[in-house]
């Protein structure tokens, strides 16, 4: 294992541990009292960006989260969007919940998982609490960019972000998009969700998002 640690084993199934990201040959070498042979493969490790990136995550008005067509509830860890009659027993990996009254999308805003009753919702089991900042322009708590987010290819962005949310911060957001939300998770985890776009269909209607959040905090 060049540039492995340990660079060779005899171990039928070896562990081994790389400290930089690059392109790697490993040679497996067979032996027997006949003769040996051999064969390498390369191997390319990517830089640890400590992201994960979710594209087109569908938000769902209040009622199509409750009518169970378009989900309101997301959670980071395992990429699932949850509606009304999809939340598991334990609910503790949502975290994020948006809050759509309607499809004119006058007055919506991401909520924290464990204040969801506030807002029409069935509480979730065991919600934690994520911070927000809807409104950017509005608290001036902010200015991260739908450029920005775009352009993340890391988490080096979300690393300075002071996430402090307030009554301000935490009032809805206007009609402008593309707009971005910030967020920190309970865990120290901290994110930005891109709006793209509102879709009005009736009922069904709902926002279309990109996310990008810290694997670790």
Avoid: W
């Avoid at 340990?6 to 392109?23: D, F, I, L, M």
């Amino acid at each position: 294992f060049s540039g492995g640690n340990p660079s060779t084993s005899t171990a039928q199934n070896p562990t081994v541990t790389y400290s930089a990201a690059g392109t790697y040959t490993i040679t497996l070498k067979a032996i027997n009292d006949k003769g040996s042979t051999s064969i390498s493969k390369q191997l390319a490790l990517l830089p640890d960006t400590n992201l994960r990136v979710f594209s087109n995550v569908k938000f769902g008005i209040n009622v199509a989260h409750n009518a169970n067509t378009v989900g309101a509830f997301f959670s980071t860890q395992t990429g699932l969007s949850y509606s009304a009659n999809q939340v598991p027993t334990d609910g503790s990996g949502i975290d994020l919940v948006f809050f759509g009254l309607n499809n004119s999308f006058a007055s919506n805003k991401f909520v924290a998982p464990n204040e969801v009753a506030s807002f029409g919702f069935l509480s979730i089991p065991n919600a934690t609490h994520t911070k927000f900042i809807n409104s950017q322009e509005i608290c001036v708590c902010g200015n991260f960019t739908a450029s920005q987010f775009t352009a993340m290819v890391d988490d080096t962005p979300l690393r300075t972000l002071s996430i402090t949310e307030s009554a301000r911060g935490l009032q809805a957001f206007n009609s402008i998009v593309p707009r971005v939300v910030l967020f920190q998770t309970v865990d120290g985890r901290k994110g930005a969700i891109l709006v793209k776009k509102r879709v009005d269909d009736g009922l069904n209607s709902y926002i279309l998002t990109d996310i990008k959040v810290q694997k670790q905090p």
